[in-house]
């Protein structure tokens, strides 16, 4: 479809229990990312992939965070024994190959799930 | 690292007004340039872009310049209206699909009748 498509909406966790979060990007874009946004509305880029490959993962926290883009699979952002302030909207956003500078950049987001720990 | 600083809200305008949300970025090497605009409830929706300097991006009487020599690429609108009450990022990024964007802080504009 042409849209990204997250679920579930709304997921709440205690403290210290999983929390998974799902992603369909649209079909034929080759790079997914996933974005954090705090209370405050701060954007907070996560981890990014080519197909099913880590891209780039610079933002992603080190411990309880994972993520994976699976063949025919919606990709996934997992957070291990969640923590109080994990409790944020998780975007995802998928993009086409392009090295055109002048390109559309192709950036489609999601409409996020939000995550409430408890 | 790179970043992007935007004026702090909420901007509280009356509909017909004129709209500036400023925006500087830092960044080493020469990226593009973007505005996000953000429904409640809902995801980032790209307003309009620029890949190079003094490059305008417009859409629905947004505009805003690629001022490299001030780093500043400000969001204008010369008549608000109602409907246009959401959130506003401003962000920077490299060519290509595959590149992280930076965003700001986001900029909450409400506008009354």
């Known amino acids: 479809g042409e849209e990204v498509a997250q679920t579930p909406k709304h997921l709440v966790r205690g403290e210290g229990q999983k929390a998974k979060l799902y992603c369909a990007p649209i079909?034929?874009?080759?790079?997914v990312f996933w974005y954090q946004q705090v209370l405050k509305n701060e954007f907070k880029f996560l981890i990014s992939f080519q197909n099913e490959n880590v891209f780039d993962e610079t933002g992603m926290p080190k411990e309880r965070f994972s993520a994976k883009c699976l063949p025919n699979s919606p990709c996934s952002l997992e957070i291990q024994a969640t923590k109080l302030e994990d409790s944020a909207v998780y975007f995802c956003?998928?993009?086409?190959?392009?090295?055109?500078?002048?390109?559309?950049?192709?950036?489609?987001f999601g409409s996020g799930t939000r995550l409430t720990v408890v | 690292g790179d970043s992007v600083t935007q004026m702090e809200g909420p901007v509280t305008l009356s509909e017909e007004a004129f709209l500036t949300i400023n925006c500087t970025y830092t960044?080493?090497?020469?990226?593009?340039l973007f505005w996000y605009v953000q429904y409640p409830g809902e995801g980032l929706q790209l307003l309009l872009k620029a890949t190079k300097a003094d490059d305008k991006g417009s859409n629905k009487g947004f505009e805003a310049t690629y001022r490299k020599e001030t780093t500043s690429f400000h969001l204008e609108k010369g008549s608000v209206q109602v409907s246009d009450s959401a959130v506003y990022f401003c962000?920077?990024?490299?060519?290509?699909?595959?590149?992280?964007?930076?965003f700001g802080a986001g900029t909450r504009l409400a506008v009354h009748p």
């Open positions: 962000a920077t990024g490299f060519s290509g699909g595959y590149n992280k964007l930076i």
């Open positions: 956003a998928s993009s086409p190959q392009s090295r055109d500078r002048d390109s559309n950049y192709g950036y489609t």
């Open positions: 960044a080493t090497g020469y990226p593009s």
């Open positions: 079909k034929g874009h080759s790079y």
